[in-house]
């Protein structure tokens, strides 16, 4: 069947050896048959060969390695499933040879559209990893990336990727930690339970201990008593009254104030103590244990006992978690006592637990019912349950005196039981008991000698023989008869016993010796000659000590202090004692051992790391609730957008309030004026710093520079964006496959969040939106305005080569001279030619390198100069702009250590000798990113210091402006067709709906040069004719490398509507800047 032509008999062959498999029948002599129809052309049938091959591909490494070439077409396929399933089998064949292969095939899934491809890639990653270790340093890359992304979907897996390779490289988490708050609720559970765990052992790193001052308070005097009492009280689902609970107990000492991202993940982990996997509640239960306010740790107890009644498995795991809870936190479980209540259809593991849990919990008030459950118990048929609970009780008598009696005697009374187990348990916990007061209970004692005729469970006769031992002189007559009887018994005792016996000898000698000395003398004897060399070592130094001879040492003397001495009772103290140094619900925790593979908790810091590595975007995250942002999005818009300065201009472009947008543009330009002076004076009043438009105008470039303040590199701009491409492409090939639709629904669910998670290209664009509303529609104020930005860029940026005038610095830089008078011959108006002639440097972005806190001082930002770099044509002249904010002069400025990838290659500036206090430099570099938007990476390196530094540029910037007619662009944009040319549909930005805006937002997002048209039809003219107004706009431009041809149209159609096409021969290129150019066109 699998010969055969007909796709229907592959599909029916398929479908019965994965049945086969299902089964657990061995398939794997049928793999030469199935793995040639890995190229088969029907879908189903493909999948079901990939489902095959991912079963054996480790079993048959050396076949699946024949057709390793039909894997690598299959990661090229057009369908995500298939895609995704070639890079399984990829991963499946454990070969070094093919390293470098799954090596370039993670990389390329790493930024494939659909987010189910990517998330295999994270799959894939450690796989590779425990392949071949020493790819470390690429892989931690393409984790980077990955965490950088925006559907729920990758997170879980690429955090779980994270864990096995690289989890102490704790700083790519900082950028993307709000963002994995934020989508938790979303992720699959398994990837929850994931993401929790390290975020756990994140926040204990960053964020104070929030019962800092509590514990200082307990030192003091006991102030868990009170804390306890109040806890009872309340209920543990109003989270209003804890809040003023832990106000009032706040203001009474030292403040601490919670971090806003400490506050952000309990605030988000929350709700997951309703999920129906226990799991979750498990990890986050542990999260709010390790880290909550003790006031706020009460809300995960209900959770925990909803969990008991969930099969045994889970409950033994949860038990031991709570136990472990109880012994530090009683308080919280008191109002569930009941719940931990043993049913006789328990096991005995799940019995032994909540008995653990019962004396944990028991105090003053709640002992006698606990009492009382435990005289039930005594009477099961379960002997380790039995014996378990008598332990119990001894534990409950030494914690609370007042009952210490009443057990003693309860005890006693089973020393008439039957069955011989309890007898004997009984007895090792009066012994225990005892010890605490011997005087009050001689009777007792007497009691128990008379037992040891019948009790035979070695540790109950060693106990008895002790207690005689220890306390000889209140049974001063029974105590030599018990050393006859034992003496007679001695050979056939257990060694447990016989050193007991040995030990209740020496003492009778030492305070009895009259009548003692011949049976001590004869027990010494016959254990001279035993068979276990302890009890003849015994016996030896015992001789010595308690016999003086001539030769016997100083150490005779003191024979009765020795052995008579004080002994203090014993504390009984629970067996969970010890287990909260593992983290709860770790398997290490479960096994009170260290597992292979655990990460230990670390210790909270003294004193809090910077916050401000966790500023990406939207550095005030904390302010609403992100469940209320979710449920509310819509109607609460304008207070967000009024609390929340920095993330002001996303939320304006949701809720398209055009007031309150630049109510709030102001706002933020002003904070970001003042925090360049000094972080803290934020709240400058807008009255005083608001005068004019030029002003203003400044201010919103220094806003964007400060914008990129916590940032490493772009590289979170590309991945945000790139997510928003993956899902409108995902929309489009919907009709894949069924399945497909599934994942694209929850990419899609996330939309709505990453939008919210303030994007930072949006709020470039949104700001020259806000720019362009407020120039009026007059031609000569616009040449103004733009004369305006161009000095404004010459303060910012010192050194940028000014050209002669703003127009025509692209044609001056990237034309030759007879280009430029063709150009100049052209039938242009001057409508057409100011926005034809791209770029002014306003447009130029600048991006943040080194942040001044990062750098101690130094801080360093850099642009796409958009010049050719004279020394190689085929690199990218990135600017660089030094600033040493520092008291102290900057030596030796220099690159080092440069990390890159395949092909790459990078010009370094001229070594910087000297950068003196408070002034600036400017430095200009080569890099050749191979038409790759791959971080360039190396060390910024000064006379003292080495920071790690990465360049990741943004698909526009790896292309340069090029001339073309109309005919020639139709022409060349004829041969990149089909798989070359990407179309989107899109709804122009109301602000954009001008020419003007239109090249001026196209330029903005690519370095592209605008081709003129040729028909008066298709540009708007000034005499109106029928077809005016759905003129089509044209860019062309190369890539910087390989010089591959990028055109780029945009036809405009009735109320705002246009379509936008890209042809390129790079289709990943192609993709990128499509979706770049989208987002500019449309926010």
Known sequence: MLDSNKDSLKLEAMKRIVAMIARGKNASDLFPAVVKNVACKNIEVKKLVYVYLVRYAEEQQDLALLSISTFQRGLKDPNQLIRASALRVLSSIRVTIIVPIMMLAIKEAASDMSPYVRKTAAHAIPKLYSLDPEQKDQLIEVIEKLLADKTTLVAGSVVMAFEEVCPERIDLIHKNYRKLCNLL?????????????MLTRYARTQFLNPNINESLLEEGGGGEKTFYGSDEDEDEDEEEKEKKAEAAVMAKRKPYVMDPDHRLLLRNTKPLLQSRNAAVVMAVAQLYFHLAPKAEVGVIAKALVRLLRSHSEVQFVVLQNVATMTIKRRGMFEPYLKSFYIRSTDPTQIKVLKLEVLTNLANETNISTILREFQTYIKSMDKDFVAATIQAIGRCATNIGEVRDTCLNGLVQLLSNRDELVVAESVVVIKKLLQMQPEKHSDIIKHMAKLTDNIQVPMARASILWLIGEYCEHVPKIAPDVLRKMAKSFTNEEDIVKLQIINLAAKLYLTNSKQTKLLTQYVLNLAKYDQNYDIRDRARFIRQLIVPTEKSGALSKYAKKLFLALKPAPVLESPFKDRDHFQLGSLSHLLNAKAGGYQELPDWPEAAPDPSVRNVEVPEWTKCSSREKRKEKKVEKPFYSDSEGESGPTESADSESDSASDSESASASEESGSGSESEESEEGSESEEEEEDEEEKEKKKKKKEFKKAAQESESEQSSEEEERKHERKSKQRKSDSESESDEEDESESESSQSE?????????????????????????????????????????????????????????????????????????SDAVLSPATIAPSSALKNYELLHRITGEGLSVEYCFSRQPFSPDANMVAVQMQFTNNATSDTKNLHIEDVKLQSGMRVKEFPEIELLPAGETATAVMGIDFCDSTQAANFQLCTHTRKFFVSIQPPVGE??????????????????????????????????????????????????????????????????????????????????????????????????????????????????????????????
């Open 756 to 828: 919210s998670e303030d994007s930072e290209s949006e709020t470039e664009v949104k700001k020259k939106k806000k720019a362009a509303e407020s120039k009026p529609p007059s031609k000569p104020v616009k040449k103004e305005s733009k004369k305006e930005k161009k000095e404004m860029s010459l303060l910012d940026l010192d050194d940028f080569e000014p050209a002669p005038s703003p127009q025509v610095t692209p044609v001056n830089s990237f034309l030759s001279n007879s280009l430029v008078t063709d150009l100049e011959g052209l039938s242009l």
């Open 958 to 1083: 790896l292309m340069k402006p090029v001339f073309l007619t109309e005919n020639e662009f139709k022409k060349e944009q004829g041969q990149l067709m089909g798989m070359n040319e990407i179309t989107e549909k899109l709804t122009l930005d109301v602000n954009c709906r001008d020419e003007h805006a239109i090249v001026q937002r196209v330029t903005a997002a690519a370095n592209l040069s605008r081709v003129p048209c040729g028909s008066d039809k298709e540009c708007s003219p000034p005499v109106p004719p029928p077809p005016p107004d759905h003129p089509v706009h044209r860019f062309a431009g190369r890539t910087v490398t390989s010089g591959s041809l990028v055109l780029v149209t945009v036809a405009t159609k009735e109320e705002g509507a246009a379509q936008l096409t890209v042809n390129c021969e790079k289709m990943v290129i192609g993709t990128m800047l499509v979706k770049d150019i989208l987002l500019a066109l449309t926010q």
């Open 185 to 197: 609720i979303d992720v699959e559970e398994w990837g929850q339970v994931v993401i929790i765990n």
